[in-house]
């Protein structure tokens, strides 16, 4: 009687309605990672080995790789934060128009990164919208070849393709963030004579940990994934880790050398995220 009256207690509802999303996780998440960690670990023959991660490590490109897609992570993250912070803040401040911001900051969620890559190709090529504006102003007399491998604009290029195209995420995040915080804190603040920065600082920020450290987890992530920008806008000009792993895949037909290298990205992602955990610790009363 005591268990029939246990199982009456127990509300199996929620368990019941995580079923689907943890079976598709495991399908489509779970299962490929446990199979791409095999396929790093062994051979062909299916004997175990490190001589794929060795391989890796003695591949010319590989620290060109790692320092680049380390670059543009120093340089995306931060430049994309402070324009989100910004842009969220511009949205909730309640201006005449500000609503019509959230769809603008918007738009580019709605473009792959690929698509993305081409667009900006457009603006930076021989022939594109900004060699075209420069010679219309006189400012040049023949193209600028922005995307030339001997230069740095690849670098800058890609930099500015992703920070156009993924800011949104940010953005959305920090926007959500800061409407569930009550006015009543901020409002509380300028009472005592907090000015506009102070409140920012010692209000808002630390009751908006909590979404800078989604968003910076989540926009991390998708910074060592980087793919389709990269390739559409620098080619083989620029080596990150993940075009590696496509390279050994497709070009040279190695999936056990792909998958040590997505293995890569899994490990440092995790590594960023604990990073992230650690520092920016969320208290039991931001959690609320």
């Known amino acids: 009687m005591k268990a029939i009256v ?31 960690f095999g396929m790093a670990f062994q051979t ?9 991660f060795q391989r890796m490590v003695n591949d010319a490109i590989f620290w060109k790789a790692i320092r680049t897609t380390l670059l543009l992570i120093v340089t995306i993250i931060p430049l994309q934060f402070l324009l989100a912070l910004a842009m969220a803040l511009l949205v909730t401040a309640k201006l005449r128009g500000s609503g019509m911001l959230v769809y603008i900051y918007s738009i580019p969620l709605a473009i792959s990164d690929l698509a993305a890559g081409i667009v900006w190709f457009s603006i ?19 193209p600028f070849i922005f995307l030339s491998y001997q230069t740095s604009w690849p670098i800058v290029a890609v930099v500015l393709a992703e920070v156009w195209r993924a800011t949104s995420i940010v953005f959305v995040i920090l926007v959500a963030g800061l409407q569930a915080i009550p006015p009543a804190y901020t409002e509380a603040a300028e009472v005592f004579g907090a000015s506009w920065f102070e409140r920012l600082r010692r209000v808002i920020l630390p009751m908006l940990r909590p979404s800078i450290q989604v968003a910076l987890i989540l926009r991390t992530i998708y910074a060592f994934q980087v793919f389709g920008v990269v390739q559409a806008l620098a080619g083989d000009a620029v080596h990150v880790v993940i075009a590696e792993a496509y390279r050994w895949h497709h070009v040279y037909r190695s999936p056990n050398m792909a998958a040590v290298y997505a293995a890569l990205v899994l490990v440092l992602s995790l590594a960023a995220t604990w990073v992230y955990m650690r520092t920016l610790k969320v208290g039991e009363e931001l959690r609320m």
């Open 6 to 36: 246990r199982l009456k207690r127990l509300n199996l509802e929620p368990y019941l309605l995580l079923i689907p999303s943890t079976v598709f996780l495991l399908l489509f998440f779970g299962y490929p990672m446990v199979r791409a």
């Open 124 to 142: 930076f090529t021989e022939h594109g919208y900004l060699n075209s504006l420069l010679n219309s102003l006189g400012l040049l007399q023949k």
């Open 44 to 52: 062909k023959e299916g004997q175990w080995t490190l001589s794929y």
